[in-house]
């Protein structure tokens, strides 16, 4: 894929969040809440993925608290020539995220910004009948300036002008940022992994575990947990129906405005 001249991230309303569907149809974000442990470091690990994608990470875990800083830095970044500095203060970070604004979500964002910038991909999927790879990582760099008021501390990111080939009209996604703020780490996962499929496919329960990355050792658990946050997304309208086969295991589900 040739890139533009112009490095420019498409263009998509400020409720909404450009998502690159590589990035969440891979077990790049697992869905371990924020508090779960040390993170674990990965070297080259070829992370599980739907058919057709390839996606080997080095770097500590991602979790979906991670995610929701790097889509929001790239709501910002769609405003400019990627490349060019992307500027934010804590304050103004943590309100956007919906954290609560206190020395912890500081903490925590610095924490993450930091994880995002060290992070290293390859990521290879179609795009228009052709093999399409990025290799880079999250955040290119990033400085921080401190203030005597810790939510006044500012921070200015770069991302890779690269990353440009994970957006092709037909390979990101728009997810209303509202809803995914209001759900769950499994919850979120669901809604972003489903947002990428307009007719959604069938997966088992195990094949799910796999993609979300999640880290519920008990499959009977885990699939008491899907049903819950399931449950949340029909509740929410964003899905009109699912069961889950008592026979074979396998989630069907079904989006609003799609049929199967």
């Known amino acids: 894929m040739t890139l533009p ?14 998502m690159p ?19 674990q470091l990965l070297q080259q690990r070829l992370l599980h993925s739907v058919d057709g994608l390839a996606v080997r990470y080095t770097g500590a875990e991602l979790r979906q608290d991670d995610q929701d800083v790097f889509l929001q830095i790239l709501h910002l970044a769609r405003s400019q020539e990627l490349g060019e500095t992307v500027r934010f203060t804590c304050n103004s970070m943590l309100k956007a995220l919906g954290w609560t604004i206190n020395k912890e979500s500081y903490a925590r964002l610095d924490t993450t910004i930091a994880i995002l910038t060290a992070t290293a991909l390859s990521v290879t999927f179609s795009a ?18 401190d203030n005597d008021k810790v939510m006044l501390k500012r921070w200015e990111v770069q991302l890779e002008p690269e990353i440009l ?9 728009r997810i209303n940022w509202e809803m995914r703020l209001a759900l769950s780490p499994l919850g979120k996962g669901l809604y972003a992994f489903y947002s990428t ?17 999640s880290k519920t050792k008990s499959i009977p658990s885990f699939r008491q947990k899907l049903k819950i946050a399931l449950q949340t997304l029909v509740d929410k309208s964003f899905l009109v129906s699912f069961n889950v086969n008592p026979k074979t295991d396998v989630v069907n589900v079904v989006r609003q405005g799609s049929q199967h």
């Open 5 to 18: 001249s112009v490095l420019v991230l498409p263009q998509w309303l400020d409720d909404q969040r450009g």
């Open 21 to 39: 569907n590589a990035l969440v149809r891979a077990a790049l974000f697992n869905v371990a809440s924020a508090t779960t442990g040390k993170r």
């Open 128 to 145: 228009l009948g052709k093999s399409v790879t990025y290799g880079g990582s999250l955040v290119r760099n990033y400085k921080a300036f």
């Open 165 to 173: 080939v994970l957006f092709g009209a037909t390979t990101y996604t």
């Open 197 to 213: 499929h307009h007719i959604p496919m069938s997966y088992s329960v195990i094949k799910l575990h796999e993609l979300l990355g």
